[in-house]
């Protein structure tokens, strides 16, 4: 009998802590999702509206971001379309939306900009935290290019 | 009377009316201090237990150290800090704060009895957030609550739950809700889910309930999208006598949405119905049911119609089933039903050209 020989490639980790950007205007919310990420080896880079999200983003490099699509200033839908058209940040930044229940329009209009995954509240941590060190754990464009393929 | 007591009095008066603008003022500052203390009170207790609780949650203490914290009244306050968070957290995060409040919830007990509505809606809130199976049981008697607005929070409560247990009691009670309008109700129904749809056909099916009771059941339905509920809502209308006209017009949007070509025989009757309200929607969901050439052209001829509301009804329903050429050609015509194509045309943003 033959055994099969699987090989698994592990994901290539952009750096030892991930380093994400939440943008959370809800207090609770922040409080708790950060502490959420900190506690599970997450570097956070925490902002409250808009304006400072577009700021962060235009000045450091993330792995992923957590932005709550109503954010003040500049909502969370319209950040994202600023990033995914090159307009700030890397356009194939991974991005968790955050919503609040009863808001399906919002998450669809998320998902057709290309967010990477919308969460609504009521928010499980254990679920949001593994999603996001999935999403920042992907290698970034310009890191393939300077490595090869993620699979090399 | 004499200038000098005019002047008296006018002075009198004065005074009285100085006093009493003084007097409020003062009153107003008290309110306004003692808002502000208790609001820092409740601060400074939130600063002290937000940090246990964060660690609660990732489960570097336990929910009964948390709970330890808390001293002799300053229940209530920590009651809204576990309800502030469980609005946000659900999973395992929503079972650790039930854990952190049980020690403490029998102290809201007591609140669900209380004289105050507030503090009667805030006890559910926290029952039907934080509290367990048995907690529900306490919440159902305040369905008859003597506020319609508690009795409200006690049904979105047990809605909450989706235990199926509860969909009866519920709907026993929503003719108390006719101020909030059948989409209110209908969406309390839904928080149920799917599970809750057999007790709702039951509920439409007894013509001893209100027309507002049977509508919001229905609607819950089509929101639900329950497909066992076409073949009922098609039976029921084609009953002798129908349901009244309000509930009639409720189970023709169900058919619209969930229903199918076998529903089409009925829908097709009250196409021709006199009343006007049950015509419009029987256009529109002979038009989501039906793709045979007859009920197109049945839907065309309903372009004339002597209400302009069924018409334009009519003019959508051969757009939503594809047939816009039809209603191009309609468009060009100098008459009612031109105008009415016209209009619908524009509306949805399509352009006249054959």
């Given at each position: ?40 080896g ?51 930044l ?59 | ?29 008290v ?55 469980a ?97 209110a ?10 599970g ?6 039951q ?8 027309d507002?009771?049977?509508?919001a059941c ?89 209400s ?7 003019a ?39």
């Amino acid at each position: 009998m033959s055994t099969t020989d699987f090989t698994f490639v592990a994901r290539p980790r952009t750096s030892e802590r991930p380093t994400v950007l939440l943008a959370e205007g809800d207090r609770i919310t922040a409080h708790v999702v950060r502490h959420r990420l900190e506690r599970d080896g997450v570097d956070v880079h925490t902002v409250e509206d808009g304006p400072a999200a577009l700021h962060l983003l235009g000045i450091l490099d993330f792995d992923a971001a957590v932005i709550d699509a109503e954010l003040d200033g500049a909502d969370g839908i319209d950040i994202l379309g600023r990033i995914r058209g090159g307009e700030v940040g890397r356009p194939e930044l991974p991005i968790l939306v955050l919503t609040w229940p009863g808001n399906d329009g919002l998450a669809a209009r998320a998902y057709d900009l290309d967010a990477d995954l919308v969460m609504a509240r009521p928010l499980s941590l254990v679920i949001l935290s593994s999603s996001v060190r999935r999403l920042a754990r992907r290698p970034s464009l310009q890191a393939v290019a300077n490595t090869g393929s993620p699979a090399d | 009377m004499s200038t000098s007591t005019f002047a008296q009095v006018s002075l009198l008066l004065l005074a009285l009316l100085t006093s009493l603008t003084v007097g409020l003022a003062l009153v107003t500052l008290v309110l306004h201090a003692r808002r502000d203390r208790r609001e820092a009170l409740k601060q400074s207790r939130w600063e002290r237990w937000e940090p246990v609780l964060l660690d609660m949650l990732v489960g570097d203490v336990s929910p009964r150290t948390l709970a330890g914290e808390v001293r002799k009244g300053e229940r209530g306050d920590y009651f809204r800090l576990l309800q502030s968070y469980a609005f946000r957290l659900g999973g395992e995060s929503r079972a650790l704060l039930s854990e952190a409040a049980a020690p403490h919830l029998g102290t809201i007990g007591r609140w669900l009895r209380h004289r105050r509505p507030d503090r009667r809606a805030m006890a559910i809130h926290l029952f039907g957030f934080l509290g367990d199976r048995s907690d529900l049981d306490l919440i159902r008697p305040l369905l008859a609550d003597e506020s319609p607005a508690v009795a409200m929070i006690a049904a979105r409560a047990l809605a909450r739950s989706s235990d199926p247990a509860y969909v009866y009691p519920v709907v026993n009670v929503l003719d108390r809700f006719e101020s909030w309008g059948v989409q209110a109700v209908a969406s309390l129904l839904t928080v149920f889910g799917v599970g809750c749809a057999p007790t709702l056909l039951q509920a439409v099916g007894d013509d001893r309930r209100t027309d507002l009771a049977r509508c919001a059941c229905i609607e819950a339905l089509r929101l639900l999208g329950y497909p066992p509920a076409a073949h009922d809502a098609a039976s029921w209308l084609a009953a002798d006598p129908r349901p009244p006209r309000e509930v009639s017009a409720a189970l023709l949007r169900l058919l619209r949405d969930i229903g199918g070509p076998g529903h089409a025989d009925v829908v097709r009757q009250l196409t021709e119905s006199e009343d006007d309200v049950l015509r419009l929607h029987a256009i529109t969901a002979l038009a989501a049911v039906s793709l045979q050439p007859g009920d197109a052209a049945r839907i065309e001829l309903a372009l004339s119609d002597p209400s302009r509301w069924v018409a334009i009804r009519a003019a959508q329903g051969l757009i939503d089933s594809g047939r816009v050429q039809s209603l191009r050609a309609v468009a060009f015509e100098e008459s009612p039903r031109g105008s009415v194509a016209r209009q619908v045309l524009e509306e949805a943003g399509l352009d006249m050209a054959l």
